[in-house]
């Protein structure tokens, strides 16, 4: 079997916090630029979801037979994360699910498994996810370079969109960036000059050298390379040792969104495949820890991908922080006033008993008089008929808002007003949820909207996740 690429997706938060906003903050020179930032509600978790979502567009998630989750960020320690990943994505439990960490390599550690799983036969498809969340210190020059994002791959042999030619692996002890196991918030870094002149630059250009070597191709047979770098400098620089003009690099996108850490190679190969033609050939490679490339030619099948949100679109749709102070609350940089109200409490059997509604996103259809509810209820609300419901995905549905509300004294919101909303959705049934991604002037009756996967609380000492609703974004 020849494994490859069978579809693509991507996610790039709504919010962006201009560079200039930051210089403002700490006096420094203004940079040019913003950065992709996650909202308060979102995480590595809720991004890699949003990212899988857009790979799996028109894709039956009863054919895949693996999820492997790669990030930095991951919220726990010890639990893992692909599960909750595969949950929300209603993919089915008799599935292989791992987590790949502990270096920004670790998308191309989940990419060399799905591809081997598949190669092997042991999967007919397997999905990668990789979504990072890094916490820069203030004032540093990581806080101006980093943003947040993930991206997707859904690896396969048939109807195959990006067929592979080859790829070159390469390990390393080098150290450059790193963050303990315990003690560490932010990231830790050697000097500038050392950790790209004697790691970044050596290592990846190696394993792009050997690659071309490997598959007999030449630099000039390069449609379009997709490579990590941690600055736009560097990310060039690397582009002319290798043999490349700036037209075939792939543009890294750090003026507009950031270094995403371990999806950022796999977010500029989406970009690069969004624009791709037949027969062309793309370059891949990854940088963590040594460097893993990779090549692949384009197919027909490219032509049905082109849908998605991917890059493009997720980029195109925004909106601004209003200033750095919003984006310490997202991140819970300070230590704010202690409010008088309890801690924040859950129920693990609530969401063992309520998994198919809360993580999956399933409501209840009635029976009696065909009525949609979520969540779910034994009582239907319309025609009182009990216990009368059968399981219909709502999270696909595209709903209008009927009313809302708007609560500017939630003391439990990091982002005031919080909004609810009640809304319709298509094909019947009527949501009661709360509104993110919002901007509360704009928000008004027969506004459309859509489900989200996000974070609700750490109730009860754990992450609680579920479906909210947001405008759609374009």
Known sequence: MNAGIVAYGAYVPIYRLSRVEI???????????????????????????????????????????????????APYREKK?????????????????????????????????????????????????????RIPAPSSAFELALGDGAAALLIGAEEVAATIVGGYNLSSDFIDIWRKERGDTYLHSWEDRYTIEKGYTPHLAEAIKELFKKTQVKPTEIAKAAFYGPDSRSHAGLGRMIGLTPEQVQDGMFEVMGNTGVPFFIMLLVAALEKAKVDEQILAASYGDGADAWLFKVTDKIEGLKGRRGIAKHLASKMMLANYGTYLKFR??????????????????????EGKALTRGYGGKCRACGH???????????????????????????????????????????????????????????????????????????????????????????????????????
């Not at 308060?40 to 009863?62: H, R």
């Not at 998308?107 to 060399?112: F, I, L, M, S």
């Open 23 to 73: 210089a403002k903050v700490w006096g420094t020179r203004m940079a040019k630029g913003e950065k992709a930032v996650a909202n308060c509600d979102e995480d590595c978790i809720t991004m890699a979801v949003e990212a899988g979502m857009d790979a799996l567009k028109g894709v039956d998630p009863s054919t895949v037979d693996a999820l492997y989750f790669a990030s930095t960020t």
């Open 332 to 353: 819970n940089l300070m230590e704010w006033e202690r409010t008088p109200l309890p801690p924040a409490e859950s129920s693990a059997n609530v969401f063992y008993r």
């Open 81 to 133: 994360s692909a599960g909750v990943i595969a949950a929300a994505l209603d993919l089915r439990r008799n599935i292989v699910t791992a987590d790949f960490g502990n270096s920004l390599g670790a998308g191309a550690n989940a990419v060399n498994a799905a591809l081997d799983a598949v190669n092997a036969g042991s999967a007919r498809k397997a999905l990668v996810v990789a979504a990072d969340c």
């Open 372 to 474: 949609v509810q979520f969540p779910p209820q034994r009582l239907c609300m319309w025609c009182q008929s009990k216990d009368q419901f059968d399981d219909v995905k709502i999270i696909d549905k595209i709903g209008k808002v009927f009313t809302y509300s708007l609560d500017e004294r939630a003391v439990f919101a990091l982002d005031l007003p919080n909004v609810i909303v009640i809304a319709d959705l298509e094909g019947g049934g009527r949501i009661y949820g709360q509104l993110t991604d919002r901007d509360p002037k704009a928000v008004s009756v027969g506004m459309d909207v859509e489900m989200t996967f996000r974070k609700y609380h750490e109730g009860s000492g754990f992450h609680n996740y579920s479906w909210k609703v947001r405008p759609v974004r374009c």
